[in-house]
């Protein structure tokens, strides 16, 4: 009896009172990471997908903003990076950051799409464990050739 009593005080307790919830089946967050050619600032044709950028997901309290939670991440060869979620984070905020290009000429993170927001609970009525953030992306110091050429297409469809 005094076992089961020191198992519940060292490991039961310390996980209510921290406020972690773990989940049953892990949490997978996932998103692509890319290379922004024209610096257009979103997507286009000449954009290509990043492999080895790292990337980090963040968890903070909602009122405090202190970070409670870090896990760090890569991209694959794809542009594509999952990072495996094991406890709830209802009560937290949570992005997914962009750290480091692993390519020198496309280092400069582009504004707004630095950072992408995920839910990381089960009590949202998702059904499904993956979560899905938003493309993140760096672009070159310069415009690649014929970018302006993919802009004009841009352009003439907003007319």
Known sequence: MAKILLFIALCVVPSLVSGTRMV???????GQ???DLCRAGFETPKTTNMAGAKVKLVCSERKTGEVVYEREGYTD????????VSEDHLDEVCDAVLVKSS???????TPGRERARVILTNFNGIASNTRFANAMGFMVNEPEAGCAE?????LEEDN
């Open 33 to 35: 990471v890319y290379c």
């Open 150 to 154: 993919v802009m004009k297409l841009y």
């Open 24 to 30: 049953k089946n892990p949490l997978m967050v996932q």
């Open 103 to 109: 390519q020198p000429k496309c280092a400069q993170m």
């Open 77 to 84: 060869s794809t542009g594509l990076y999952k990072i495996s």
